[in-house]
């Protein structure tokens, strides 16, 4: 995927560095993109983004009621064309052997009202609470902010929280040490 996205990049004439934003799964794709393409990128915006150690962590944490909606859901919809969920471990992976997250300007983006926050064990919480903090810790340039009105999707639920994550990635390679 990431291979995919630095094509698309180049075959649109986008020039170099790139601001990446990724939400969801997404994150970890802009994630080992900024470690394999450090001079490419220009900084990174994580949306409610997946860190690395949520693959597993949220697997070991799951309801009974989330792993009964999930085979719910993995029964009556359509394979993902694309495969991007089934390989979310191999990125992983990949991310795991890659090199360190480069001093870039990154943000982290974290939702404050988790979804089906009911339904989700404690320690799923504060394990997934701690994963977004350590995702803001990968650069000496990271930091995080919360979108307090928001869960999974702060894109639709404050796009103002969302562009002002941008610009302030943006302003921070503006102010990069020369």
């Given amino acids: 995927m990431v291979d995919s996205l630095r094509a698309l990049l180049g075959e649109v004439g986008l020039p170099a560095p790139y601001l990446l934003v990724g939400h969801s799964i997404g994150g970890l794709i802009v994630n080992l993109f900024a470690r394999l393409h450090p001079s490419e990128t220009a900084g990174v915006v994580l949306l409610d983004a997946?860190?690395?150690e949520d693959v597993s962590a949220m697997a070991r944490h799951q309801s009974a009621l989330q792993k009964l909606a999930q085979r719910v859901t993995n029964a009556f919809a359509k394979r993902d064309p694309l495969a991007e969920?089934?390989?979310v471990e191999e990125t992983v992976t990949q991310i795991e052997q890659a090199p360190l997250f480069p001093p870039l300007p990154l943000v982290v983006l974290t939702g404050a009202k988790p979804a089906m926050r009911w339904a989700t064990p404690a320690a799923a919480l504060a394990t997934r609470a701690e994963h977004q903090k350590r995702l803001a810790a990968l650069s000496p340039?990271?930091?995080q902010i919360m979108a307090a009105k928001s869960g999974h999707f702060p894109q639709f639920t404050e796009p103002d929280v969302v562009i002002a994550a941008v610009e302030r990635a943006l302003i921070m390679h503006r102010e990069r040490p020369v």
């Fill in 50 to 52: 997946a860190a690395p």
């Fill in 85 to 87: 969920t089934e390989h």
């Fill in 141 to 143: 340039r990271g930091t």
